[in-house]
Nanobody
């Protein structure tokens, strides 16, 4: 399984960004998909995930109501729509594939920087 995240960038506080993750090398619908992030000098933290159909989703409290995870099984893609961004959302964002208990496959990460 290979994962390629993209879509990061620099945005002002209050703005929006959409991250994309392309999945290849396996059966996409066999996996739950997730987004994690890691800020400088901090541990990696869970952001959001969804089950194989996208109908079951989870969000960290810090992003609930602002971020939306969506998957397109026809395109083997998962997206993270990020709205009302805050400086504390600044981090490298990683997509991952696995199940709700553990994620064993990871992409390379994409940098998101939110300026105040």
């Amino acid at each position: 399984v290979q994962l390629q995240a993209s879509g990061g960038g620099l945005v002002q506080a209050g703005g929006s960004l959409s991250l994309s993750c392309a999945f290849s090398g396996g059966t996409f619908t066999s996996y739950a998909m997730a987004w994690f992030r890691q800020a400088p000098n901090k541990a990696r933290e869970f952001v959001s995930d969804c089950n194989w159909s996208g109908h079951t989703t989870h969000y960290a409290d810090s992003v609930k109501g602002r971020f939306t995870i969506v998957r397109d099984n026809a395109k083997n893609m998962v997206y993270l729509q990020m709205d009302s961004l805050k400086p504390e959302d600044t981090a490298v964002y990683y997509c991952a594939a696995g199940n709700f208990s553990a994620y064993g496959y990871w992409g390379q990460g994409t940098q998101v920087t939110v300026s105040s």
